[in-house]
């Protein structure tokens, strides 16, 4: 079964940085695609970033292009959503996904930034900017 534990949100003042974590097990396939998320209230969740695992390839929605970055970990199935230049606006519940692809999605197509399109949740991760 798979499981997905989400780490890293905190209190940070505006201009600060955090960096999230996404731990992830029970992948069958190693054509999978990672996605963090996020949901303020009274809002619906959206897509921030995602990332083809076994190629590492990225995609970001436009308000976060240029201050996070997704990447891997060393640890084995690890992804990591590096914040930076945070603004009031990116406080909300963070949450990281996965879904399953194969070899011509992860390598033709951008991974998907739609909540609907991932099957796996993890826990959310509060994180909050704010001076």
């Known amino acids: 079964q798979l499981q997905l534990v989400v780490s890293g949100g905190n209190l940070v003042q505006p201009g600060g940085s955090l960096r999230l974590s996404c731990a992830a097990s029970g992948f069958t396939s190693p054509y999978y695609a990672i996605g963090w998320f996020r949901q303020a209230p009274g809002k619906e969740r959206e897509g921030v970033s995602c990332?083809?695992?076994?190629?590492?390839?990225?995609n970001y929605t436009d308000s976060v292009k240029g201050r996070f970055t997704i990447s891997r970990g060393n640890a084995k199935n690890t992804v990591y959503l590096q914040m930076n230049s945070l603004k009031p606006e990116d406080t909300a519940v963070y949450y990281c996904?996965?879904?399953?692809?194969?070899?011509?999605?992860?390598?033709?197509?951008?991974?998907?930034?739609?909540?609907?399109?991932?099957?796996?949740w993890g826990q959310g991760t509060q994180v909050t900017v704010s001076s």
């Open positions: 990332m083809w695992y076994s190629n590492s390839r990225t």
């Open positions: 996904a996965a879904r399953d692809g194969d070899y011509s999605s992860s390598s033709y197509l951008p991974c998907a930034l739609g909540a609907s399109r991932y099957d796996s």
